[in-house]
């Protein structure tokens, strides 16, 4: 396709309920990234892929988050016991080459509004 | 630490032109992002500027001052399609970027 995908656009899950958030990246773009929006907020860093390896998983805000991307395209965040403190816009963002200036632009996906009831 | 600040929201008339000042701290610095964001939106790509100087881009104009830590988003002949969150960001060494809370632009007829 031509931009990033992302898939549900929203979901509504009840507390304790465990969730998958799919993101399809722009072919060919080596950096993925996952974000999370609070209303009225810039985004929040949660994990960045370079192909399939995941070299940064500090902005993960526990260890109910839980990210991958086994095959350097699809990634999927998975967030196991959901909180209502976990609603927000899940954003993720492909790029070319994050460490390569001219080619880091992140291009974003729609989002995932997720709401835990 | 790590920061960046930007006006929580600014009012402007169509047709007229505004400016969007961000200032930012981080550690290390690998260039300057805007991005534009409709509500309930993604953001999307305006401009991206690693040297001091004005990058020109149709009615969008952004500035950036290394030394001073300093950056705006230039708006010209405002349009009402304009109105949105404008969001600045500034890459630190480790390629992350670093992200303002947003500017809500309003624009009045």
């Known amino acids: 396709g031509a931009g990033v995908s992302q898939s549900p656009r929203y979901k509504v899950a009840k507390r304790g309920q465990d969730v998958a958030l799919r993101c399809d990246p722009i072919s060919g773009h080596v950096s993925l990234f996952w974000y999370q929006q609070a209303l009225g907020q810039g985004p929040e860093f949660l994990t960045y892929?370079?192909?399939?390896?995941?070299?940064?998983k500090s902005g993960l805000p526990s260890d109910r988050f839980f990210a991958e991307r086994p095959e350097g395209s699809v990634s999927t965040l998975k967030i196991q016991r959901t909180q209502q403190e976990d609603s927000a816009v899940y954003l993720c963002?492909?790029?070319?080459?994050?460490?390569?200036?001219?080619?880091?632009?992140?291009?974003f996906g729609p989002g995932t509004r997720l709401t835990v009831l | 630490g790590q920061n960046i600040d930007q006006p929580t929201e600014m009012t402007a008339t169509e047709g007229a032109i505004v400016q969007i000042n961000c200032t930012y701290q981080t550690s290390g610095f690998n260039g300057l992002f805007w991005y534009q964001q409709h509500a309930g939106e993604a953001p999307t790509f305006l401009s991206y500027n690693v040297l001091d100087g004005l990058e020109e881009k149709g009615r969008f104009s952004s500035f950036l001052s290394r030394s001073k830590g300093y950056s705006y988003l230039l708006l010209k002949e405002l349009q009402m399609k304009d109105s949105a969150s404008y969001l600045c960001?500034?890459?630190?060494?480790?390629?992350?970027?670093?992200w303002g809370a947003g500017t809500k632009l309003i624009i009045k007829p």
């Open positions: 892929f370079q192909n399939e390896a995941q070299l940064d």
């Open positions: 963002a492909s790029s070319w080459d994050r460490e390569t200036q001219g080619a880091d632009t992140q291009y």
């Open positions: 960001a500034a890459m630190d060494s480790n390629y992350q970027l670093i």
